[in-house]
């Protein structure tokens, strides 16, 4: 049996690829269109067409994405038009282009894709609650792609793929091929483009296939809150076996949600989006998107282990010979990935639905100036400040041009994905969290001891993960605790396997008080000049709980 009659035994797909190939003026018999194709089928597709993609000695399929190995925040786009025109929070996160720009870049999309040999659709899900998921449509022309998404998006059952229908949103990768930089409102060959009024996303000009995802997460930061009143949130979320206690782990890529929340006693729920309606939590996702770098089984052995036949590992280096894969070989990204269905990781919660709400909100950042504790209890107004200020240290590799830590500020931390004002957001989690009564933590890991350039050390993972330990077993709660200076953080004075000299950097601090009292100066004073964008829409109490100098 051929791999397009293997693709092809639903009773939809003639209506399905007579649409596209209407949508991209394709000329009958030309392009093969295969539907979500098995995984098998991509395998062989993309060893056969797709320069050095190979087969690791776990059985994933090694892929590479070409020049760009991470996103391109500067080159997204929304169409400014007039459904979505007055909601959407414009800036340099969400730079708008016009209608006849979007038009122009659409038509380039289709002209690229209507020359491919196969072009591939898959057909899925965002979100596990039936109440408010959409479907998606993924139109692309690699093997790699389409993989990718079907891991990414939630697979729908044989019923539910024959009576799919027309989707609510659809994703156009084209990214092979380059735009246009001298059409109006480009600034470089590069676009991801997303139109609220069409429900589609374009993209040119860049194979990294994290664009994709992180489209179709800006698409919920729209409608979620827009439409339904539910909260979007970056964030990762796991629930206890026998207390069915939630938590949620917000976090910019490299502070640890994915290894945090793939905790073997309790149940993965999702590592990176999520939502949180009236009656719980859901994962928007059908898949994880982890971290490769320095990756080990005794450190994170649920990743690990999922590395295996139907996964993708992106931009690794590997052993000719053994197909083995280095994960501490950093020359091609540090930004490493793989993206594996759900399933592989044998705690996943399926459905990935809590019928509860969060017991727990921990706020992660990844300090390298060392100032911040590796754990510390907010206040509600310190839940706040922080989460509208979303600090971490961005880490290498995560988007182009980043080689080292760098401090930076994303608000909700999720600012590029992002769709409304962030106070929206921030206010939407507030008065869920005072209603429901969750805690909240703010955990750095890390460096320790003293900064990133002055050689301090990250947090060890084991520590970290005893701290969470304490959380949920509800120990830490009860523990004494002492202020930090100027921050004001909680910080407590014992933690169950964690050694008690780690706890607070004011007295840890190798270099001294004096050099550690300079690095919190320079830090509060960036935590202040940052608030000033929402300063006019926040309470004093809000205000007041950031550092004072």
């Not at 156009?172 to 246009?180: I, L, R």
């Not at 919920?220 to 069915?244: C, D, Q, R």
């Not at 396997?497 to 300079?518: D, F, M, R």
Request: aromatic fraction near 10%; glycine fraction near 6%.
């Amino acid at each position: 049996m051929s791999p397009s009659k293997v693709t092809t035994p639903l009773k939809d797909l003639n209506a399905v690829e007579q649409k596209i190939r209407q949508e991209l003026d394709l000329s009958s018999g030309v392009t093969t269109i295969r539907r979500n194709a098995p995984v098998s089928v991509l395998y062989e597709d993309a060893l056969k067409d797709e320069k050095n993609t190979i087969i690791s000695s776990t059985g994933a399929l090694i892929a590479y994405s070409g020049e760009k190995t991470g996103r391109c925040p500067k080159d997204k786009r929304i169409v400014e038009e007039s459904d979505s025109k007055e909601d959407i929070w414009w800036g340099p996160v969400n730079k708008p282009c016009s209608e006849r720009t979007w038009e122009i870049n659409r038509e380039r999309a289709a002209d690229y894709l209507r020359t491919r040999e196969h072009i591939y659709i898959v057909d899925a899900f965002a979100g596990w609650d039936p109440k408010y998921r959409i479907k998606v449509r993924v139109v692309c022309a690699r093997a790699y792609h389409a993989l990718f998404m079907t891991n990414m998006l939630i697979r729908p059952t044989k019923d539910e793929l024959e009576n799919f229908g027309d989707p609510d949103f659809t994703v156009w990768n084209a990214g092979q091929f380059p735009a246009n930089f001298h059409t109006e409102d480009m600034s470089s060959k590069t676009t991801i483009e997303i139109n609220f009024k069409a429900m589609e996303m374009i993209i040119l000009g860049t194979e990294y296939a994290g664009e994709m995802k992180k489209g179709i997460f800006t698409v919920m930061f729209y409608l979620m809150p827009i439409h339904h009143n539910v909260l979007t949130l970056h964030s990762s979320a796991n629930e206890g076996i026998e207390k069915k206690d939630v938590t949620l782990f917000f976090g910019l890529s490299g502070t640890g949600k994915t290894t945090l929340s793939a905790d073997p006693h309790r149940l993965l729920i999702g590592d990176d989006e999520h939502c949180w309606s009236d009656t719980g939590v859901f994962n928007i996702e059908g898949g994880c998107y982890a971290k490769c770098i320095n990756l080990s089984v005794e450190k994170e052995p649920e990743i690990f282990n999922s590395i295996k036949f139907g996964s993708i590992l992106e931009n690794v280096v590997y052993d000719p010979k053994s197909r083995e894969v280095d994960y501490d070989d950093s020359s091609i990204t540090e930004n490493t990935r793989c993206a594996y269905p759900i399933e592989f990781i044998p705690s996943a919660k399926i459905p990935c639905i809590a019928n509860s709400h969060p017991k727990n909100i921990i706020l992660l950042t990844c300090d390298a100036s060392g100032v911040l504790p590796p754990v510390s209890k907010l206040t509600s107004d310190q839940v706040m400040y922080h989460f509208i200020s979303g600090y971490t240290s961005k880490m290498a590799g995560t988007e182009q041009g980043v080689t080292e830590p760098q401090p930076t500020f994303s608000s909700c931390f999720g600012q590029p994905f992002l769709a409304l004002h962030p106070m929206k957001y921030a206010t939407m989690l507030a008065e869920k969290m005072e209603k429901h009564k969750a805690n909240a933590w703010l955990i750095n890991t890390g460096w320790t001891g003293s900064s990133y350039i002055a050689g301090g050390k990250r947090c060890p993972l084991p520590y970290t993960r005893a701290i969470l330990d304490a959380i949920h077993d509800g120990s830490l709660e009860k523990e004494s605790f002492e202020t930090l200076p100027i921050f004001n953080l909680k910080v407590p004075k014992n933690v169950n396997n964690v050694p008690t000299k780690l706890l607070n950097p004011s007295k840890n601090w190798y270099e001294g008080e004096l050099k550690y009292s300079g690095a919190v100066k320079k830090l509060s004073k960036l935590f202040i000049e940052n608030f000033k964008t929402y300063e006019d829409k926040a309470t004093k109490e809000v205000l007041a709980a950031g550092p004072r100098l």
